[in-house]
């Protein structure tokens, strides 16, 4: 019913009607197109309550979601990434990571921490795709690297959740530099033998894929989670054929043989301490 014939009936939906909701505090699920109630979203780890699809979750909320309650210390907050390439396109970078910092209250699109996780002392780190598509430049390659030699120097396990559109091209050489230095820095940790589990989120593509991320020990991923190197689109005209019928997901990469496991965001927690657990006190 249009609202003016609501209104001429008498018929007005008040906030109370909606739970106390304001308007904007509602939000369609991309998969199933059921309208949910953020805060409901929120309580539940921004998981679709019909259908399960994992919506973006930002750096801080995987950090607070895996450290033990409020017991962490971040590191590295003053990095900020620079201009080394005075690049342009449609926007000047330098631009870009103002607007970047100013929407998102970061300096760049990874957070590292260390605290515990079910007790156990862990050197952690968290990318947010809002921070310029979760990209890799030379600050995230730095506080990767940075979050991995605390692990190797205290002896103690790694975790990486990863989300990210791959290398950030502003920044030419210098970003893709990153994928050789935080991958020689995992084969140190791994000489010292410490654990690394890598979390694979929604996407984790190019250069991430293609360095730190697909190198844990135990490779998780969340459902359904786009999971590549080149995406979709690229592939199937390099090739000249259709891509099999869910190409590059997270359940085409298990039944493959990429990833280790798929992990509700609801059970992560659970399931990363008792991953923990079997390898420290084993």
């Known amino acids: 019913m249009a609202w003016f014939k609501r209104k ?16 904007g505090h509602w939000t369609t699920c991309p998969a199933c197109s059921q309208i949910n109630n953020r805060r409901e979203l929120e309580s539940n780890m921004w998981v679709c309550g019909r259908c399960d699809f994992h919506h973006r979750f930002g750096a801080v909320r995987y950090l607070d979601l895996l450290f033990d309650d409020d017991t962490y210390q971040l590191h590295d907050e003053n990095l900020i990434s620079q201009d080394p390439l005075s690049f342009t396109d449609r926007k000047a970078y330098a631009d870009r990571l103002r607007t970047a910092a100013g929407k998102t209250g970061m300096n760049d699109a990874a957070r590292a921490a ?24 030379s600050v995230v390659g730095e506080v990767v690297t940075r979050a991995i030699r605390r692990a190797t120097t205290r002896r103690i396990p790694l975790i990486v ?19 050789a230095k935080t991958s020689a820095n995992l084969t ?15 996407p984790t593509t190019g250069g991430v894929t293609a360095s730190f991320a697909m190198l844990g020990d135990i490779n998780i991923a969340e459902p359904g ?7 979709p689109r690229v592939i199937r005209e390099t090739i000249g ?30 399931r990363v301490i008792h991953l923990l657990d079997l390898i420290l006190e084993s």
């Open 241 to 270: 054929q259709d891509l099999p019928s869910g190409f590059q997901s997270a359940e085409f990469l298990q039944d493959h043989g990429f990833i280790d496991m798929i992990v509700d965001r609801r059970q992560l927690r659970k």
């Open 161 to 179: 959740v990863s989300q990210s559109g791959g290398a950030r091209m502003m920044e030419g050489a210098l970003s893709l530099m990153q994928m």
């Open 114 to 137: 260390v605290g515990p996780v079910g007790g156990h002392p862990t050197s952690m780190v968290a990318m947010d795709f809002s921070f310029i598509g979760g990209s890799m430049g």
């Open 188 to 202: 140190l940790l791994h000489q010292r033998g410490l654990p690394y589990l890598s979390v694979l989120t929604n």
């Open 225 to 231: 989670a786009l999971i590549g190197f080149a995406g």
């Open 8 to 23: 001429q009936k008498g018929i007005l939906t008040t906030r109370s009607a909606q739970n106390d909701t304001p308007a």
